[in-house]
């Protein structure tokens, strides 16, 4: 803690505070990573006086940076290299149930730490000189550190009451550092879980994506689910969760075998989307679900459907519909090709379409389908494994050999138009898949010369004439 205190930023606010007759401390998030060992670049001063004009006095200090003030809020941030610093007058806030917008009035030290959300985020360093680099533990913040718990500091209805994003940022916090939810506070989750409904899906999508992003997700998602937050804005996934039996047959359940394929994906990748690929690949698990006589359950269709289920999804979470969506779709669609490739006699055109389907998404396939291998059985998940490190050995021997990834065939619908002299048609349609398909199934070779022969015999077939 001495290393980041003897930091210049710390003297000179300080300093200034002392000019100003201030009292100032460093709060939050910041301290607390300092107790986890964490690494962090932002950090928060409260100050009981005017956080700007104290911001205004240290910039002054430091050459380089650069300086916003947020006069609605009352704050200042000064940005040097790559650390934040940002600024507040102590505050005493009161909130309006059925709104974000608190009453703010300037309040003492005591009043600003009473307002926060856990008890490991109440912790304080003193910056004023008679006791510089104390830490203010007003709540028991560093016993909850070191025993792993997430406590509000006051009761918990009106912590959650105050800002209901809070109680997203409970489970986020217990996923992020793997810290158990104390019992009056996680009661207190379930009674208030249906106010989450008062904040916009932005900043709860926000949080959503940080548990997602943290090591171990299936702790926040089990959090969400138990307390039924997750009800309020994810029930296709709450959906997953059950098993259903009929004449002896059951079949798994579909929300924690997602969340072990969630958690298996994050060993593999940190990529945020082929995550949500993972939460996503079952999804219309339950919407297919058919029992078959004599047979058992089954979920025909479940990756296609599951795919059109993406988009609809992603917009009422306010995700991004870009290219990342793009992916993810992909993935949900595909997610089961690979394992159908470990059969014994696979043909090289069937590797060859998967290559081609796939594209880019290819690698983040793989890691999709090896998470979703989740038997207990030690035996069985050693042969699936195997047979998928076989399967990318046969699509690495195809693809060494035909460069399909990316591919275009040589002749494009463009092309086709032009040799027969018509607009775009089924026809052409027509000429482009059977031109693919040849290509792909290794009936034509992929040069410009055989493919040329092809849609003219096809055009030939279909009643066209070269131009
Ligand atoms: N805070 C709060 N209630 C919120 C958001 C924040 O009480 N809904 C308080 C907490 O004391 C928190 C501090 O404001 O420590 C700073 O918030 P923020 O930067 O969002 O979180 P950090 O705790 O710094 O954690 P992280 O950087 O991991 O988000």
Not at 5 to 30: M, P
Not at 319 to 335: Q, Y
């Amino acid at each position: 803690m001495k290393e980041y205190l003897s930091h210049l930023i710390f003297k000179t606010v300080s300093e200034e505070s002392q000019k100003l007759g201030f009292q100032t401390y460093v709060v939050g998030g910041f301290v607390r990573d300092i107790y986890l060992k964490r690494d962090s670049k932002d950090v928060d001063f409260v100050t009981v006086g005017s956080g700007i004009a104290l911001a205004s006095a240290v910039q002054k200090r430091l050459k380089g940076s650069h300086f916003n003030v947020f006069k609605n809020f009352g704050t200042a941030q000064i940005k040097t290299d790559d650390w934040e610093f940002e600024f507040v007058g102590a505050r005493k806030e009161s909130y309006d149930r059925n709104s974000r917008k608190p009453k703010v009035e300037d309040g003492t030290f005591r009043d600003d730490i009473y307002r926060r959300d856990f008890t490991i985020n109440t912790l304080a360093i003193s910056l004023n000189q008679e006791n510089y680099g104390e830490l203010v533990d007003t709540f028991g913040g560093l016993q909850d550190l070191q025993s792993s718990i997430i406590r509000t500091p006051l009761d918990p209805h009106i912590t959650f009451s105050d800002d209901p994003l809070r109680m997203m940022r409970a489970a986020r916090f217990a996923a992020q550092l793997n810290f158990k939810i104390e019992e009056n506070t996680l009661r207190a989750l379930k009674t208030e879980a249906h106010r989450l409904s008062i904040i916009s899906q932005e900043r709860t999508t926000d949080e959503l994506n940080k548990i997602i992003l943290s090591r171990k997700p299936s702790i926040g998602f089990k959090i969400l689910f138990n307390t039924k937050l997750l009800h309020e804005f994810f029930p296709e996934m709450v959906k997953l969760q059950g098993v259903e039996i009929r004449e002896g047959k059951g079949h798994k359940d579909n929300f924690y075998h997602t969340l072990q394929v969630l958690d298996q994906c994050c060993q593999k990748t940190t990529d945020l989307w082929v995550r949500w690929s993972a939460i996503l690949h079952d999804i219309a698990k339950p919407p297919t679900k058919r029992f078959v006589k004599g047979e058992g359950w089954t979920f025909h269709g479940h990756e296609d459907k599951g795919s059109r289920m993406v988009k609809p999804i992603f917009k009422r979470l306010k995700l991004p519909l870009g290219e990342n969506m793009r992916k993810v779709i992909n993935l949900v669609k595909l997610h089961l090709r690979p394992i159908a490739l470990t059969k014994e006699y696979i043909t090289d055109s069937a590797i060859r379409r998967l290559i081609f389907d796939a594209g880019e998404d290819l690698e983040d396939l793989m890691i999709l389908c090896k998470s979703d291998i989740t038997t207990k059985n030690k035996e069985k998940e050693k042969r699936f494994q195997a047979n998928l490190i076989n399967v990318e050995k046969n699509i690495a021997a195809v693809e060494e050999r035909d460069r399909i990834r990316n591919w275009q065939p040589p002749i494009d619908g463009q092309q086709i138009m032009n040799v027969f002299g018509i607009g775009p048609s089924r026809e052409i349609g027509e000429i482009k898949t059977a031109l693919k398909d040849a290509i792909l199934d290794g009936i034509i070779t992929n040069e410009y010369d055989e493919a040329f022969k092809f849609v003219l015999e096809k055009g030939k077939e279909l009643g066209l004439y070269k131009q």
